[in-house]
C-alpha cells in the first residue's frame, strides 16, 4: 500500500538500499507494528525478507 505523508527531513533514505526519497515516491510498509520507509515495493519485500 503507498501512502502519501507530509515529510520535511530531506535527508530520508530508503531503509533497504538507502536511494534518497522524495514525497512522491516514497512507499512506506509497516513491519512488526512498526513503519518502515522505502523508495519502492521491490525493496519492502526484500527488506521483509530478510527480517
Known sequence: M???????DE???CEHCGA???EEDMYI???NGTKH?????????????EK
Do not use: N, Q, V, W
Open 2 to 8: 503507498k501512502m502519501r505523508i507530509g515529510i520535511k
Open 11 to 13: 535527508g530520508l533514505k
Open 20 to 22: 534518497p526519497i522524495t
Open 29 to 31: 510498509r509497516e513491519i
Open 37 to 49: 520507509y522505502f523508495c519502492c515495493s521491490h525493496c519492502a519485500d526484500a527488506y521483509e525478507r
